[in-house]
């Protein structure tokens, strides 16, 4: 059995190939690669939703998560729109009713 050592120089690169092979390859096969830090959601739908989900990524051509992802950022930015107005509507009035007193 004969057996190959590797000098500290050589060792080292052949793991930098390793990590960069093996990143590649995770990265192209089931996940997507993202430049910045992104916290993992994890929750239950229906079967109906999930089929539905599956339907509509499918027919835009994008992964589920990524179909989430927008719907989520969509959905909050609207909800903050809301909360926006109530807070305008409210001081508004506030200034309108002061205006009108005096």
Not at 15 to 35: F, P
Not at 61 to 75: N, T
């Amino acid at each position: 059995m004969s057996t190959t050592y590797l000098d500290r120089r050589e060792m080292n690169s052949a793991n930098k190939v390793n990590k960069l092979l093996t990143r590649k390859t995770i990265a192209k096969s089931c996940h997507t690669d993202y430049n910045f830090c992104m916290t993992m959601l994890s929750f239950r739908v229906d079967d109906a939703e999930a089929e539905s989900l599956h339907g509509w990524a499918t027919k835009l051509g994008i992964d589920r998560s990524e179909l989430l992802r927008v719907a989520l950022h969509r959905h909050l930015a609207r909800l903050a729109s809301v909360e926006d107005a109530q807070i305008w509507n409210s001081c508004h009035s506030a200034t309108k009713s002061s205006r009108c007193s005096k």
